[in-house]
């Protein structure tokens, strides 16, 4: 079984569509938890980093964690074309190497 | 403010040959990470450098694999003798010098390596 586990998609939506992606995990030991967007041949960007459960909102994008249920999520709001990209889901717990879902495919049509 | 940098940004290179790959953190940033994302997985960790120290090198394969990050100058992954299944994007990382679980991450553009 994968540390954490991730649907890679595609996930095809129309614009204007609130997306919600998805990751579970299954080491308890994961204290801090974040979202990175790909595009196709470049680096991860940072989205979003939360620390233990609870939501954190920026702009139109929330991340919730779910700690008791070892369950993260990504919404986005009023998505765009330029969204279309993969999308990461990454933890760690007090080491400092993140460990990866295999990312979900996000494709959001004019 | 230069983000992390990375060189080249793609590498062929045939069976048996060295590859290496060369990474400057942004400025101001002291810790240096490898990922290597082979296609259709994600980033898997596999070297946590600090200037001349090697942190945490659990994911680095025992073999023809290593990492240095000098006093001065770029952080190099070295891959010797290559083989088909090292191609992959090579993605090297940076966080500030404070060394605190919750620093960040900020990823280069990657190095493509293809081995003929």
């Known amino acids: 079984q994968k540390e954490v586990e991730q649907d890679p998609g595609p996930l095809s939506v129309p614009e204007g569509a609130i997306v919600s992606l998805n990751c579970t995990y299954s080491n308890s030991a994961f204290q801090y938890f974040m979202w990175y967007r790909q595009y196709s041949r470049k680096g991860p960007e940072l989205l979003m980093y939360?620390?233990?459960?609870g939501n954190k909102e920026d702009g139109r994008f929330t991340a919730q964690v779910d700690k008791s249920s070892k369950y993260i999520s990504l919404f986005i709001r009023d998505s765009q074309p330029s969204d279309s990209a993969t999308y990461l889901c990454a933890m760690k717990s007090g080491f400092q190497k993140l460990v990866f879902g295999t990312g979900t495919r996000l494709l959001v049509s004019p | 403010n230069a983000g992390v940098m990375q060189n080249p940004r793609h590498l062929v290179r045939r069976r048996g040959q060295e590859a290496r790959l060369r990474c400057s953190p942004m400025k101001g940033h002291s810790h240096v990470y490898w990922y290597r994302q082979l296609p259709e997985e994600g980033l898997k960790f596999m070297v946590y450098?600090?200037?001349?120290?090697?942190?945490?090198e659990s994911g680095m394969p025992k073999e023809r694999f290593s990492a240095e990050f000098p006093k001065e100058g770029p952080s190099i992954l070295r891959i010797q003798q290559v083989v088909r299944g090292d191609s992959a994007a090579y993605f090297c990382?940076?966080?500030?010098?404070?060394?605190?679980?919750?620093?960040?991450?900020?990823f280069g553009p990657g190095t493509r390596l293809t081995v003929l």
């Open positions: 450098l600090q200037k001349e120290n090697i942190i945490d």
């Open positions: 990382a940076s966080s500030p010098p404070s060394g605190g679980s919750t620093d960040t991450q900020y």
């Open positions: 939360t620390y233990s459960s």
